[in-house]
């Protein structure tokens, strides 16, 4: 089955996609928004389309070990940085970038003793290996409107 963005008729096997639109100004700037409050972690999906954008990764059993590999690292690297010893204890959500590779924005659950945390991770997923760009506690960002 072949796929064209086109609205023809299918009469000759294919399968008829909608052409996608880019992102409005308005879009764009919400976007621009979500992004620098907070720091790629909390995107939402948007209806238009822009080149290199970070977007909601969707959460599967087939997807979910990678990042709860890269939350340990990016963990590993908080504790020995701040001398604290969480340890990780759920996957949250996840955005992504294409990048050279692909950078992931990830939430995950901490705990230390019983008090649950919630952190946020940029890791770099490289054509061959991996680097922590940032681990943080999750802050809660009131916005003005």
């Not at 620098?36 to 969707?58: A, C, H, M, W």
């Not at 690297?77 to 992931?104: P, R």
């Not at 649950?116 to 054509?127: E, G, I, R, Y």
């Amino acid at each position: 089955m072949r796929l064209k963005e086109d609205d023809s008729d299918s009469s000759d096997g294919c399968v008829y996609l909608p052409p996608r639109r880019f992102m409005t100004n308005e879009e764009y700037l919400v976007y621009l928004r979500q992004v620098n409050e907070s720091q790629g972690s909390d995107v939402q999906s948007f209806e238009g389309r822009l080149p290199d954008t970070i977007k909601p990764y969707t959460l599967n059993k087939s997807n979910c070990l990678p990042l709860i590999d890269f939350s340990k690292q990016a963990l590993q690297v908080y504790n020995e940085s701040n001398n604290t010893s969480f340890e990780f204890y759920n996957l949250v959500k996840a955005n992504f970038q294409g990048v050279v590779g692909t950078m992931f924005y990830i939430t995950f659950e901490v705990q230390s003793g019983n008090i649950p945390k919630t952190f946020c991770a940029k890791v770099w997923k490289k054509l061959k290996g991996s680097e922590v760009k940032s681990c943080e506690k999750h802050v809660v960002r009131v916005c003005q409107v």
